[in-house]
């Protein structure tokens, strides 16, 4: 199967936040953000393997910064790495000033999908090539962060996360 680039399944969408999606302090909810990051993901991860894909886990999400209603809301999702079946995919999250067009990173999100065929059964993905700095990085990293998400899960012993325990050591 074909490697593939980050630049390649890219998504990127803009959307505005209304009022009936915010708490009483007019801020957009977390779950909205959580949605509409597994919405872009999810076509991301859809756009890398050309299979269905289904969210596995969500294994970072920081609201660093609150949304106000009425902001302009910017997300690109991004692969990382792929293993054998599962995809990795970053998410980060900008406002754009209505007046300036400067966009300010708010958020920054790491979900986890798998495809699958057509019965839900996980099924193999084409590798990820990184090419620019940023892309290296989140590659090389990908590796200890999917260890620690199934440590977390149950599905791998903490004794065989070798590249988890050695950021440790
Ligand atoms: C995700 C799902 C397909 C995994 O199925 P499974 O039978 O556990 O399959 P496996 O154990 O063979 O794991 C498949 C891949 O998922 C990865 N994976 C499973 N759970 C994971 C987790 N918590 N974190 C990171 N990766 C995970 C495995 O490492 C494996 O990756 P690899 O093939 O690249 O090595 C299955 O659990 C599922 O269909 N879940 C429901 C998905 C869904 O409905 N999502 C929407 C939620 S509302």
Redesign the pocket.
């Known amino acids: 199967m074909k490697g593939k680039t980050p630049s390649e399944s890219r998504t990127t969408t803009t959307d505005m936040v209304l009022p009936s999606e915010t708490n009483h302090l007019n801020h957009l909810f977390g779950g909205e953000l959580l949605a509409r990051m597994d919405r872009a993901a999810y076509i991301t991860a859809q756009r890398h393997s050309q299979r269905i894909a289904?969210?596995?886990?969500v294994?970072h999400v920081a609201f660093n910064n609150a949304v106000p209603v009425g902001s302009i809301l910017s997300l690109e999702a991004s692969v990382s790495r792929s293993?054998?079946?599962?995809m990795e995919v970053f998410i980060d999250v900008w406002t754009e000033d209505r007046i300036s067009g400067v966009k300010t990173k708010v958020n920054e999100a790491i979900y986890?999908f798998?495809a699958?065929d057509e019965a839900?059964k996980?099924t193999s993905v084409p590798e990820l090539i990184p090419e620019t700095a940023l892309e290296i990085e989140r590659f090389n990293g990908a590796l200890r962060r999917?260890q620690l998400?199934?440590v977390l899960?149950g599905?791998m012993k903490p004794a065989e996360a070798h590249e988890l325990k050695a950021i440790f050591e």
Do not use: E
């Open positions: 289904v969210t596995a886990s294994n293993f054998n079946t599962s986890t798998v699958v839900g996980p999917r998400s199934l899960a599905k």
